[in-house]
């Protein structure tokens, strides 16, 4: 019987996963399954040009894995049962029970709404592909002189707010953050992105806590209100429950507690990447969400899954970090450089340069989703007995090999 591969998910951490794994096993002991709800592969970290009305290329995942192996099953993920190794799918067509031998967990994440009042009511995100697009629509509705309010001071609030000041002129763009917007960028950076919000007449509300949204606005913890036609929330992300509700050892926030392996510390035939994982990075910080992870996650877990299966070393070298790359619109961007533990430096690119390396980046991202075994091109190995859940063996890459460039 065939070792049966299930991956949840075919975000940039699932999908590239997938590939990784297909072009490392042989096909005659394998089956991998790829479960995602929507038809196509989203680029995520673009979702906020598609919001400000920028189409992007359509990649039908079955076109993706065509030829490779994969079977791509379009469904929503209901339920997993760790202890039973199954998981509950929802399509049109009804329910079905799908039975693994190794499953990778890679739902990604959604808004949080931090028990704000008014958020799923009043409030756009851009954490999906749809949302983005109700965003959008809403955006068209607007007439000249009306405000939209990102809620969100961190990389997705700035990127959106500069993307739709740059794309609608003539709407009032805002942004309000619990803290500093941009705080924690070197003076360089700061400097530059305080000269971006300048040029594009964003207004800046610094160190307001909103604590609840209404049809017309927000209103902060000092009893301020900041008046709006549309607000957009990007103040937070969370996991699905999904895990949380299974037998599943997961974290407060009900990201699932993965070793330095990324498998599962109560359930070894379990492993977790992306936004749905708890994971200790280079000196045990704790790595956040964001495809800055997702894509060496997705390198170590497809490494680490075919070497345990194929009975060859298993690396365990820890994630970090290499840079935060921010657009600014379509022709600028900030290029913060930061230590393996996401501390910035003094090494900043801003303008032009800067754009084109995010773009770089993002570019190559796709491309590796896209071309799931073009990459790293390698021998494709027969299963063996698999080692004792549990059973540790060091391999031989180095903490460098798994740094990444970041892009949110």
Not at 288 to 312: E, F, H, Y
Request: glycine share 10%; net charge positive; charged share 25%.
């Amino acid at each position: 019987m065939k070792h049966r591969i299930v991956v949840l998910g075919a975000g940039y951490a699932g999908a590239i996963t997938a590939g990784r794994l297909a072009k490392r096993l042989h096909r005659d002991d394998i089956e991998i399954t790829v479960v995602n709800a929507d038809p196509d592969f989203v680029e995520r970290i673009r979702l906020h040009q598609v919001a400000a009305g920028r189409d992007l290329p359509v990649r039908p995942l079955r076109k993706i894995f065509a030829g490779t192996g994969v079977r791509v099953r379009i469904a929503r993920v209901d339920s997993v049962d760790a202890d039973r190794k199954t998981v509950e799918l929802i399509d049109e067509n009804g329910a079905e029970t799908l039975a693994y031998d190794t499953l990778v967990y890679a739902l990604g994440s959604t808004i949080a709404d931090l028990g704000v009042p008014g958020v799923a009511e009043h409030t756009h995100n851009v954490a999906g592909k749809q949302a983005a697009l109700r965003l959008r629509e809403r955006l068209n509705e607007l007439v000249a002189g009306e405000t939209v309010l990102i809620v969100g001071g961190g990389l997705t609030g700035i990127e959106v707010a500069t993307e739709i000041a740059e794309s609608r002129p003539d709407l009032k763009v805002a942004i309000a953050a619990r803290g500093g917007v941009g705080d924690w960028l070197d003076e360089k950076a700061q400097t530059h992105l305080r000269a971006g919000f300048e040029r594009f007449g964003i207004t800046v509300h610094e160190h307001a806590d909103v604590t609840r949204v209404t049809e017309g606005g927000v209103v902060t913890r000092t009893g301020a209100e900041i008046a709006a036609r549309t607000t957009v929330w990007t103040a937070g992300f969370a996991v699905h429950p999904i895990a949380a509700a299974s037998a599943l050892t997961v974290s407060e926030s009900g990201r699932i507690v993965v070793d330095d392996t990324l498998r599962s510390v109560s359930h070894p035939d379990v492993y977790a990447i992306g936004d749905a994982a708890h994971a200790a990075g280079v000196g045990g910080k704790t790595l956040r969400m964001g495809c800055a992870t997702a894509s060496p996650m997705a390198w170590l877990a497809g490494d680490v899954i075919a070497a345990r299966l194929t009975g060859r070393e298993v690396p365990n070298a820890p994630i970090g970090y290499n840079s935060q790359c921010i657009s600014l619109g379509r022709r600028d961007a900030i290029v913060q450089k930061v230590t393996a533990q996401d501390q910035p430096t003094s090494k900043v690119d801003v303008g032009r340069k800067a754009t084109r390396v995010k773009e770089l980046i993002c570019k190559a991202t796709v491309w590796s989703v896209n071309h799931p075994t073009l990459m790293m091109p390698s021998r494709r190995r027969h299963l063996i007995t698999p080692p004792e859940p549990g059973r540790r063996t060091v391999g031989r890459t180095t903490a460098a090999d798994r740094q990444s460039t970041a892009i949110h």
